[in-house]
């Protein structure tokens, strides 16, 4: 029965990861299909449920002309929560994929799983819901704000998805 119950996980998760097909690769060179690549894209749950049982982080943002108190989680704790990037360092089935954010007016910001790696670019990017101890409301219902950005072009208002994708 045991047996059973695993080699049905076993099988569930390869058909999981199982794309081995040759991808097209624009500078002509043809990558050797390397098996268990996870699927693309992966979209990644946004609510608040999905969000609750994170840590969540003081993060100071610009706004309104002056430095607002912010809240909220860091984004690579919520892609390792969704299973869309691996809880462990990254390696070559994974460093081709990059997080793309979306926002309801149509804005989008990408970032690269190697970036977020905390083993490897380790970048603070967070994932903002509140500011100054309200909800976000009109520029939210969540934010971006990248640590170490010296213009807050990458902080993007009105987040309404995101997406892991595998660089065709
Ligand atoms: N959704 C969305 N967010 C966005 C932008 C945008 O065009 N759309 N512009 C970015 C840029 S270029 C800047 S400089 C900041 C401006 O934020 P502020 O209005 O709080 O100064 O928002 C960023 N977030
Ligand atoms: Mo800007």
Do not use: K, W
């Amino acid at each position: 029965m045991r047996a059973a119950v695993v080699s049905i996980a076993a099988a569930l998760a390869m058909s999981l990861l199982a794309d081995t097909a040759c991808a097209y690769d624009p500078a002509g060179h043809q990558r050797a299909s390397v098996p268990g690549r996870a699927p693309s894209p992966i979209s990644v749950p946004l609510d608040a449920p999905s969000r609750a049982t994170l840590q969540r982080h003081p993060v100071p943002a610009p706004g309104d002309g002056r430095t607002l108190q912010c809240e909220g989680v860091a984004l690579s704790a919520l892609l390792q929560a969704s299973g869309a990037m691996p809880d462990a360092p990254l390696d070559a089935v994974h460093l081709d994929r990059y997080v793309l954010v979306t926002a309801r007016t149509g804005d989008r910001v990408v970032f690269s799983l190697g970036e977020l790696d905390p083993t490897l670019g380790n970048r603070p990017v967070y994932l903002l819901d509140r500011c100054d101890g309200a909800p976000l409301d009109d520029d939210g219902p969540l934010r971006l704000l990248v640590v170490g950005d010296t213009r807050p072009a990458r902080s993007l208002y009105r987040i309404d998805a995101i997406t892991v994708v595998a660089a065709p």
